[in-house]
């Protein structure tokens, strides 16, 4: 049971399957407070096995944006898909460690047109992601990371949550 949501058994991907990956920030403000809260602020790395439709889904709290922290996380998370990102600069070294990288730039169009590369999956997920803070009045940011892996495994479980609560027990 749980190969089906836990990447770390489980990596995103595969032959002919397409991994799109974003990051994130996790902030909730109130209504009346203006700008962002810097003690607030916390990045999420989102990764999304897409094939069609979001298959899987996989998020985790980050340190910083920094190339050495998405490495990490797609080497122990990702097998040798096709990846879309935008280009963002910590993404510029997946050709080196063995990925086929495509990437679209959002200043232009959110498409590309070339190779029909996007990020539209893993952007419609981060909404889901942050709608879901919203519903909750906000996340403690301590308990930011308990929040993804409950997040995470409610998505990747929507058909047969029950069936699995009852296997887990």
Not at 2 to 13: K, L, P, V, W
Request: glycine share 6%; proline share 2%; aromatic share 10%.
């Amino acid at each position: 049971m749980q190969e089906s949501f836990d990447f770390r058994t489980n990596n995103a991907g595969g032959p002919g399957k397409i991994v799109q990956v974003d990051e994130t920030m996790l902030n909730y403000k109130c209504k009346s407070h203006r700008g962002r809260s810097s003690r607030n602020k916390s990045d999420a790395l989102c990764i999304v096995e897409y094939d069609g439709h979001i298959t899987r889904e996989f998020a985790v709290l980050i340190p910083n944006k920094k190339e050495d922290t998405i490495i990490l996380i797609h080497c122990n998370n990702v097998n040798g898909p096709t990846i879309w990102t935008d280009e963002h600069k910590s993404y510029s070294s997946l050709t080196k460690n063995g990925y086929f990288h495509q990437s679209v730039c959002h200043k232009y169009n959110f498409i590309n047109k070339i190779n029909g590369c996007n990020t539209q999956a893993v952007e419609a997920f981060n909404n889901e992601l942050k709608l879901e803070i919203k519903r909750r009045k906000g996340v403690l940011t301590s308990s930011r990371g308990d929040f993804l892996k409950e997040f995470t495994w409610l998505f990747n479980n929507k058909k047969d949550r029950f069936k699995r609560i009852l296997k887990m027990i």
